[in-house]
């Protein structure tokens, strides 16, 4: 019987995977196809791509009577999306460089959702009331960011005109961009492309409802706390893509992609992995999430910034030691001393 649900367990987090990957690289090619900056790609096609499976698992685990499976999960995905996740790539990449303007904003997004999240959990169980203002919290930030995203079009528009001006004499070059703008067109309106998509969510909604029900077998087999599966068992694993984008975007230089990814994912996670489920079941709140959990969060959180600006804009490879010490230190003191 063990060893079935951890055979469930490590199967379904394949099925997630796999269907948060086809789901993120289809989305991401009609944003490149269109155009998208990468920044905007980060924190909303890729974000909201790769935290499909967090999101899954809270909003299965809540409607299947598990809220603190799903609670769990977000909490310590954030968690470990930053204290782990970037820790890594920064380690192994050496450095994430940041861009400003998107990093202020995004940061404070993910800042400011942290501490909605914990001003609610002092009031007991997150009921609708709640959940509404995290969900037009959501909306009002993806407003900000299709502001950001014309105002980059603006820009991109002004250099491609001057581009055009400058090749008006090579009319086999003017000939071949239009040919390359035909072929972006394509993509944009690629019915295989969309399939993919869909595909990418049921294999997703599949693989939660899996990943749910063998986490929560396992937990009561072993006596572990659903708190304790979803903090860590679940929130690594579903953060799987997360790590992949991060990392590899870090590796190859895409650095608005990386930092993007992970501030994107943990707005999306508190705001809609935990405001949908909430609107339509009221979530109840640990008292250690909301004593220890939820602060730690908004603590790597603030420590993020801090080794940002003390690497003059960049997190370096002694910030992402720094944030992996922080998390097994997180770990250790949560399993350990809280249980």
């Known amino acids: 019987m063990i060893i079935a649900l951890i055979g469930l367990l490590a199967i379904s987090l394949i099925i997630v995977i796999k269907s948060a990957d086809v789901f993120v690289d289809n989305i991401v090619e009609i944003g490149g196809a269109l155009g998208i900056s990468q920044i905007i790609l980060g924190v909303t096609a890729s974000a909201i791509g790769t935290s499909l499976p967090e999101f899954g698992s809270a909003m299965i685990a809540t409607l299947t009577g598990s809220a603190d499976l799903g609670v769990g999960t977000v909490i310590g995905s954030n968690i470990w999306n930053i204290a782990g996740i970037l820790g890594i790539s920064a380690t192994v990449a050496g450095v994430i460089r940041t861009n400003k303007e998107g990093l202020t904003r995004d940061w404070l997004m993910m800042l400011g959702t942290g501490l909605i ?28 960011l299709i502001k950001a995203q014309r105002k ?163 997190l370096n490879r002694l910030g992402g030691i720094i944030l992996m010490i922080t998390y097994i230190a997180y770990a250790v003191v949560r399993i350990f001393v809280f249980g």
Not at 117 to 138: E, H, K, R, T
Request: aromatic share 8%; with cysteine.
């Open 117 to 144: 999240l914990l001003f609610f959990m002092l009031f007991g169980d997150i009921s609708w009331p709640a959940a509404l203002v995290m969900v037009i919290a959501y909306c009002f930030y993806l407003w900000v």
């Open 152 to 314: 980059h079009s603006e820009g991109s528009n002004k250099d491609e005109k001057i581009q055009e001006e400058q090749l008006k004499e090579d009319n086999a070059l003017e000939i071949d961009i239009k040919q390359k703008v035909e072929e972006k067109s394509k993509k944009e309106i690629n019915r295989k492309t969309v399939a993919y998509v869909i595909v990418g969510i049921a294999g997703l909604i599949m693989g939660c409802r899996l990943l749910v029900y063998s986490a929560d077998e396992l937990g009561n087999i072993f006596g572990v706390p659903e708190m304790i599966m979803g903090l860590f068992v679940l929130a690594v694993g579903t953060s799987i893509p997360e790590l992949v984008v991060t990392l590899t975007s870090a590796m190859k230089g895409l650095h608005d992609l990386s930092i993007g990814t992970v501030l994107g994912s943990n707005t999306f996670n508190i705001l809609i992995g935990i405001g949908v489920p909430a609107l339509l079941l009221s979530v109840p709140v640990d008292r250690i999430s909301l004593t220890f959990d939820a602060p730690v969060m908004i603590f790597v959180t603030i420590l993020l910034m801090a080794l940002i600006k003390l690497g003059k804009g960049k």
